[in-house]
Structures are given as C-alpha cells and as structure tokens.
T-cell receptor
Framework: AQSVTQPDIHITVSEGASLELRCNYS??????LFWYVQSPGQGLQLLLK??????LVQGIKGFEAEFKRSQSSFNLRKPSVHWSDAAEYFC???????????????FGKGTKLSVKP | KAGVTQTPRYLIKTRGQQVTLSCSPI?????VSWYQQTPGQGLQFLFE???????NKGNFPGRFSGRQFSNSRSEMNVSTLELGDSALYLC?????????????FGPGTRLTVT
C-alpha cells in the first residue's frame, strides 16, 4: 500500500540554524512527491515537487528537497531558518490507483516546526 | 490569478443536521479534490471531481457526497452530521487531475459539530 511517513512529530530549531525534515514513502512505481506547508488556521501551500530528473529540487522560501530512491526518502532542507518558517510541514505522494493516476494525494502526518529566537 | 476559495470559512452545526460546503477552483482548473483534516487522522482524501464526474473516492461513508458544476465549482455535502465530522475541510484544484499535477489548496472550511 502507498504510504508516507514523517518520523518527527515536532522539531524545534533556533533561528538561523539549518533544518532537515524527514519523509519516507512506500510506493510501487516512480513517485510524484510534494512538500506542503500549513500555517495555523490556513490551507496548504505547495513548497516544491519532484516528478523526475534532477534529484535535488528547489522550492519557494529557500527550501529544497532531495529525492533518494535507494532510501525511499524525500527530505526537506533549509540552510537558515527564519522565525516565519514556524508552521506544520506535510510530505505527500501522488496516488496511483488501478491502471492510471488519480487525483489524490497521500499525506504524512506532518511535522510541526517551532523556531526559537 | 485568484486562488482557490472556499465558503463558508467557519460553520457550527448540530448532530443530525446536514451541511454543504462550497469550493471555487483556480480559473482554468478542471479537477477539484476534497480532503478532511483532523488532529487524529491527519489529512484524508474524500473524493475528486473532474469535468463534473467523480473520478476517485476515499474511504468515507456515503453520508459524504459531492458534485461538480460545469464551471468546475464544487460542493460537498455531509448528511446526518456526527461529532466526529468536526474537522477542517480542504478543497484543492489542479489543472487536469492526476498525480503529476500540482494541487493548490484553499483556506478550508472549519466545521464544528455540537
């Protein structure tokens, strides 16, 4: 079954420190992977996506993610965290049902990021 | 280009009632998906509509239904509300549906069932 695991429920980092949020997926075919961010009381904003090609993808707000097929991982990174990055982050995989792609995402449980001043 | 809009933003209903939520996708997008977000279960897929047809459905009871209009706007309906239906309901639109297309989310409708 397709699934996404985010091992860290809550992470606290100091402002200016680097960040890495972990994401592991279980998938039988080439995955379509996404990272979203959700601020309190808001919807989800797409940070970046991986479909194919270069395994290091750049996103908005200075985020990047690296796809590692051998480790079934798609970790999100940022070299220097800002206080405004405090939010919840969700990793997702585009589902594959039956013989064709379907329009739904399978999400991890999310990682809540707190930023210390 | 305007983003995905959802109305209403907040809703309080009583057990046993029914509710209808509305979603207007980004202009030109033909696929609309609905998700339920709760603290316990996280983000769960409800259903997806494309060109007025339900193309995919998640594992939810029949009390949850939806539809899509010719202008791609979508509604979802929950009948006979239960306390466990309290959640943030998120709508997402994409150009054509399918896992290879980015989904853009609206701000959600916060439903509270008392």
């Amino acid at each position: 079954a397709q699934s996404v695991t985010q091992p860290d429920i809550h992470i606290t980092v100091s402002e200016g420190a680097s960040l890495e949020l972990r994401c592991n997926y279980s998938y039988g075919a080439t995955p379509y992977l996404f990272w979203y961010v959700q601020s309190p009381g808001q919807g989800l904003q797409l940070l970046l996506k991986y479909f194919s090609g270069d395994t290091l993808v750049q996103g908005i707000k200075g985020f990047e993610a690296e796809f590692k097929r051998s480790q079934s991982s798609f970790n999100l990174r940022k070299p220097s965290v800002h206080w405004s990055d405090a939010a919840e982050y969700f990793c997702a995989v585009g589902a594959y049902v039956g013989g064709g792609s379907q329009g739904n995402l399978i999400f991890g449980k999310g990682t809540k990021l707190s930023v210390k001043p | 280009k305007a983003g995905v809009t959802q109305t209403p933003r907040y809703l309080i209903k009583t057990r046993g009632q029914q509710v209808t939520l509305s979603c207007s996708p980004i202009s030109g997008h033909r696929s609309v998906s609905w998700y339920q977000q709760t603290p316990g279960q996280g983000l769960q897929f409800l259903f997806e509509y494309f060109s007025e047809t339900q193309r995919n459905k998640g594992n939810f009871p029949g009390r949850f239904s939806g539809r899509q209009f010719s202008n791609s706007r979508s509604e979802m309906n929950v009948s006979t509300l239960e306390l466990g239906d309290s959640a943030l309901y998120l709508c997402a639109s994409s150009l054509a549906g399918g896992r290879e297309y980015e989904q853009y989310f609206g701000p959600g409708t916060r439903l509270t069932v008392t």
